[in-house]
């Protein structure tokens, strides 16, 4: 019996021996891939379609930025968007070098280094000299246009409405031919924010332009939340002010204007544009999709038509 078990041991010896051990190069790409961050893509990834991310009221330089900044990145290397509009209250408190390195610099550096631009706007915790700032892009003006393919972006200053800015947006609008244009700025033409809520002077001033003209998706911030709404007057209204500062609890869950609202966690926004199509996800600090589908472009004149698989 005892000479029998010795056999046995050595041959279960001499097997383990003969298998070939785990070169170093697979053992430490299996434990990249089990570090790598899990993500859950709903955007269809379309060849040559437009994509980016939004963020707004996100300069706080708190952990929460910086974990939203890690998930945003995550999402990057497998949707391969190229830029980010930011709306707005990019830096809050302080503005020296060492605000706009803790606050943008160091939680977007992966993002950065990647060759992502970011398109900034003002808000009102923001300084007028960010229009100088160069990661901003601005090119030190409080408002502007730039076009991405089909897509064209109007970029505007919600805190001083001016009539040379009204006469600068419709000019801009009537001399534009993009099939897609959206338009975004710090405070919210619709909100259920219970802080803040809907800025109806703002609202009083832009709306008929953005009809007469055709705009189809208008982007805000401000209220610390996470909002889409129902189209209104044929546009498709989306607030994104939760990338850094959260008011938790803060949305009127009694709104008749909203399809979707997020207010206990931070998020950023993912779109998608091809063709007729707008693809959107909305995605929290953790990980986790709140809002995702797909708008239809709007015909002219515009009507609410909308196809969503939105959750």
Known sequence: MIRRLAALLVMLAATACSRPALAGSEASAQVAVQAQPRVDVKLPLEDKSVRFAVIGDNGTGDTPQYEVAAEMEAYRKVVGYDFVVMMGDNIYGGHKPSDFERKFDEPYKPLLEA??????????HDNSNETLY???????????????GPVQFFVL???????TQLDWIQHQLSESNAHWKIAYFHHPLYSDGRFHGSDVDLRNLLMPIFEKYGMNVVM????????????EEGIYFFLVGNSGELRYGNLRRDSDM???GFDTDRTFMLVEISGDKLYFQTISRAGATVDSGVLEHQPKPQTNQVTQSAR
């Open 220 to 231: 805000s911030g401000h209220d610390h939340v996470y909002e889409r709404f129902k189209p």
């Open 134 to 148: 160069k990661p901003f892009n601005m090119n030190g003006q409080r408002y502007y246009t730039f076009k991405k």
């Open 115 to 124: 060759g992502v631009k970011f398109y900034a706007c003002l808000g009102n």
């Open 258 to 260: 909203m399809v979707k």
């Open 157 to 163: 200053d919600s805190n001083y409405m001016d009539a």
